[in-house]
């Protein structure tokens, strides 16, 4: 068995034999100083108290104490990697930012893939969406390409994601999971069945994170350097060729191996096999999205191939571990503001709430200053503003520099060439409610032409095991929703409850125990 470990598992072996004949550095505490004893506090006697003089140990301790920052709320179990990102066709036509400039240009890239609903220590082959999400170190500030392995999303108003996460989360009660708020959600809200649909797919249990997909999901907005602005979406096909576990393996590896997928990813870099993707874009000018047949702002749809071809633009290569997980991997931060010139956000109200809600759970999970650590930090650009002070502050605090604006003492002035592109908005304010925007055509396309004989059956298999945790009034609510899309979708996965909800009745029939020749109804009055 020894000689089968693999470089995860050997990753201690490893390092030391990296350091050859080096001799071992010298113990010290955080501030440097030499550590003659590592293994006794200092103590009055061999039985007596400890001694508050003991640095060694209260500088440890105190440390020890706050090592933990806070978890993700959401994509908290995950692994991460580096490469580069090189262009291999000119798209200049439609963008401008310096990532896209010329082919054969490579730019730097911090890649962490997730589960989203999982916390930090569970499994990662559950059946779950997989974070994507990319950061590209480019010399006009870092892009942060923040999405999923899936086209689409289970809520299109920002304003639903606190509840949605909620009730994929733990009972506030019971601290579990719980059938009852999962499907109450989605089958409240049919938007949903676009993105559920294709969670309880084959692609619901992707083979680790190499044989996935990624995509931006959301709309976005290119700008050329003759100010024509495009909507555009972004996706990662990945080289490695789609591959799934399958629901049996999904279940063994979820106990025999929960770490699955990052070990997955950690073995091949460290192997030398490398994992790639091929990065298309879909462009739609903005007089196509005038007469789009749907809303082209709705992140629950995905626009047609057919009318909309992917355009190939280059190949991200992930040819790097990360030195050490904490540093590079838990603190690595994306934000979707995160848009150099060139890309802008369009009218997505899902990715315009994330504008927010990422970098204000980074200042919450990392301080004011995440963005100068170092993982998050722009280091192919110079970054001179007016922010100063806070916790962690890691530079020289831009020095005496003015840190108002305006000024008169030659501090950074802004640059017009970099002014947002225009565009004109609607002058009604309202809530809007686009609860019932078409929710089901798509979701149609998706049952009866994207998915094979097969493959329908295992969705309604894998939806119907799941949801027949939830009470019947949940399951109907549900499966008249399905029989929306196609009845033959609701039909099944009905018929296929209807076994399961027979067996449970069965099996939860009540019986009481009486003694031989102990009635059993004098048994239960005194119970």
């Not at 933990?68 to 930012?97: L, M, N, Q, S």
């Not at 504008?355 to 200042?363: E, Q």
Request: glycine content about 6%; aromatic content about 12%.
């Amino acid at each position: 068995m020894a000689d089968n470990r693999d470089k995860a598992t050997d990753q201690m072996k490893t390092w030391k034999e990296n350091r050859a004949l080096q001799r071992p550095d010298t113990l010290t505490t955080g501030a440097g100083h030499p550590v003659g004893d590592k293994l006794n506090v200092q103590t009055a006697g061999p039985r007596g108290p400890l001694l508050v003089q003991d640095v060694v140990f209260t500088d440890e301790m105190a440390h020890f104490d706050r090592e933990r920052i806070p978890e993700r709320v959401v994509h908290a179990k995950g692994g991460g990697a580096f490469g580069y990102f090189e262009v291999t066709h000119d798209i200049t036509r439609y963008c401008k930012a310096k990532v896209f400039e010329h082919v054969g240009k490579t730019t730097p890239v911090a890649v962490r893939f997730s589960t989203v609903a999982g916390e930090s220590g569970s499994a990662d082959t559950v059946r779950d969406p997989r974070g994507f999400a990319v950061k590209f170190y480019s010399e006009e500030g870092n892009w942060d390409l923040t999405g999923n392995n899936t086209p689409i999303f289970f809520i299109r108003d920002a304003i639903l994601f606190p509840s949605f996460i909620h009730s994929q989360k733990r009972n506030p009660q019971t601290h579990m999971k719980d059938p009852d708020m999962v499907w109450d959600f989605w089958s409240l809200r049919p938007e949903s069945l676009h993105q559920v649909s294709f969670l309880f797919s084959d692609r619901g249990l992707p083979d680790g994170f190499r044989h996935m997909n990624g995509y931006g999901s959301h709309t976005f907005k290119l700008v050329n350097d003759d100010g024509e602005c495009f909507y555009c979406k972004f996706h990662f096909k990945t080289d490695q060729g789609i591959k799934n576990l399958s629901v049996e393996e999904a279940d063994r590896m979820a106990s025999t191996n929960p770490d699955y997928a990052i070990g997955d990813l950690f073995n091949s870099i460290d192997n030398g096999n490398y994992p790639s993707w091929t990065f298309f874009i879909q462009v739609m000018s903005f007089e196509q999205a005038e007469k789009f047949q749907f809303n082209p702002f709705d992140v629950t749809k995905v626009w047609s191939h057919k009318e909309y071809p992917l355009i190939p633009v280059g190949k991200m290569v992930l040819n790097r571990n990360p030195v050490n997980y904490f540093a590079e991997v838990e603190q690595l931060a994306f934000d979707p503001s995160n848009m150099p010139p060139g890309i802008e956000p369009s009218p997505d109200k899902m990715l315009q709430g994330r504008l927010f809600s990422y970098p204000d759970t980074h200042r919450h999970r990392l301080g004011a200053n995440y963005l100068q650590i170092p993982v998050n930090c722009p280091f192919r650009t110079r970054v001179t503003n007016y922010q100063r002070d806070g916790p962690m502050c890691m530079f020289d605090n831009q020095g005496g520099a003015p840190n108002y604006f305006p000024n008169s003492f030659s501090a950074p002035e802004t640059q017009p060439r970099f002014v947002e592109s225009k565009f004109q908005v609607s002058p009604d304010v309202a809530r809007c409610n686009s609860a019932d925007d078409d929710n089901f055509t798509q979701v149609r396309t998706f049952f009866t032409q994207v998915l094979n004989e097969e493959e329908r059956q295992r969705l309604c298999q894998n939806m119907a095991g799941a949801l027949k945790g939830a009470q019947l009034f949940i399951q109907k609510r549900m499966v008249e929703n399905l029989k929306a899309v196609h009845p033959d979708y609701g039909n099944r996965v009905q018929t296929l409850l209807n076994e399961y909800n027979g067996e449970a009745k069965k099996n939860t029939a009540a019986h009481v125990y009486s003694r031989p020749g102990f009635p059993a109804i004098a048994a239960s009055s005194k119970m």
